[in-house]
């Protein structure tokens, strides 16, 4: 640890006028809100000698010991202090050193906002423009929130260290306690003249647009995020994070079910029994689609790697095509005698019960119940 006294710059005879006067220059110099946050250990540094100094008792323990002295080391921790050592000992942790000044400036907020994208763009990524309100630096003030051509002054009743030291008398001795300063908040400054573009703040409120890119895959109801582009914080902070919340707008043919597209399509038995082929309208154009002679109710065709991209691993989901069947009803009289023609060459007027197949889970609930 440095020497207090070339902390502050001064010699070990100096008077509580010098030692203050040095402190004070210092100060303008190594506050953060002057020479950055990478100033402030220095500062800290800086606040606790002065605090050390500036008192004559905790001066003249620092002179015979040290700073170990001041922590109850160096072999005589409560000599000649009574009750009142030992109470600043034992609640030295609680009432606390300085703790150095507190920075106006905040690390911006994030914001969360909703982005619509199609059917297309999930299932295979886009770029999308969003617009949305938020804080920006102030470009008056730079973020410094002063009005150009002034600066934060050091707070005399704290002397910039943020805090204040408070002394009360009890039956146990002197009880200090330290809490922030009323006069400057705690920041050790003040801001005298205030920027008046933002009064203040170091930011205004503004909108923005940006280019943001939707993966392959993303769903309803993901979250994307956009590390840095939320709103700057108070006093020019770093800017938070912006969420989008994906909501995939209603597709006119397709539904969607993880990777995989459905569609529908009605035909008529005749269809159904002969086969046919159609072109069916897919996210990566016209695409032929045999039915084959036959098909049944509810059959599902499979066009394979025609579905929505996967997000975070190669490859498609599937499009599954199902199938309905429109049975007439209402026929005229001779498509009536054609179906009683066909029915009769088949053989297909009586209705005969039969029990359905079982598949393997059937058999052996049968075979355990036996039922």
Not at 67 to 84: E, I, K, N, V, Y
Not at 275 to 284: Q, R, Y
Request: aromatic residues 6%; glycine residues 12%.
């Amino acid at each position: 640890m440095n020497d207090y006294y070339e902390v502050l710059g001064v010699a070990r005879t100096a008077s509580q006028d010098e030692i203050k006067k040095a402190y004070r220059k210092k100060a303008r110099q190594l506050h953060p809100d002057y020479a950055g946050p990478e100033s402030e250990e220095a500062f800290k540094e800086l606040s606790v000698a002065y605090e050390t100094l500036s008192d004559p008792e905790k001066r003249q323990m620092y002179d015979i010991g040290g700073p170990d002295a001041l922590r109850g080391g160096g072999g005589a921790p409560f000599t000649g202090g009574g009750f009142s050592d030992f109470f600043d000992a034992m609640f030295s942790g609680f009432s606390g050193a300085s703790q150095g000044p507190a920075s106006r400036t905040r690390r911006g907020a994030d914001q969360l906002i909703g982005l619509d994208i199609t059917l297309e763009e999930a299932a295979f990524g886009a770029k999308k423009s969003v617009s949305f309100g938020t804080y920006a630096i102030c470009s008056t003030c730079s973020g410094s929130m002063c009005e150009p051509g002034t600066r934060p002054v050091v707070c005399q009743t704290c002397s910039g260290t943020g805090s204040v030291t408070r002394i009360q008398n009890t039956m146990f001795g002197r009880m200090k306690s330290q809490g922030p300063c009323q006069t400057c908040q705690g920041y050790g400054t003040i801001i005298e003249k205030p920027c008046h573009e933002c009064s203040g703040q170091g930011r205004v409120r503004t909108r923005r647009t940006l280019s943001i890119d939707v993966p392959v895959g993303v769903d309803e109801g993901a979250r994307i995020r956009v590390m840095g582009e939320a709103e700057v914080g108070p006093g020019g902070g770093p800017q938070g994070d912006l969420y989008l919340e994906v909501h995939e707008l209603r597709h006119e043919v397709f539904d969607r079910r993880g990777d995989d597209l459905h569609a529908w399509i009605t035909i008529p038995m005749t269809t159904a029994a002969l086969g046919t082929e159609f072109e069916l309208t897919t996210l990566d154009g016209p695409k032929a689609v045999r039915i084959e002679a036959g098909t049944q109710p509810n059959a599902d065709i499979v066009l394979r790697g025609l579905g929505v991209g996967r997000l975070q691993r190669p490859g498609r989901g599937d499009l599954h095509v199902h199938i309905d069947v429109a049975i007439p009803t209402k026929l005229d009289e001779r498509s009536r005698e054609l179906l009683e023609e066909l029915a009769s060459l088949r053989k297909e007027t009586r209705v005969e019960p039969k029990r359905r197949e079982q598949g393997v889970f059937g058999k052996l609930k049968e075979k355990l119940t036996g039922q």
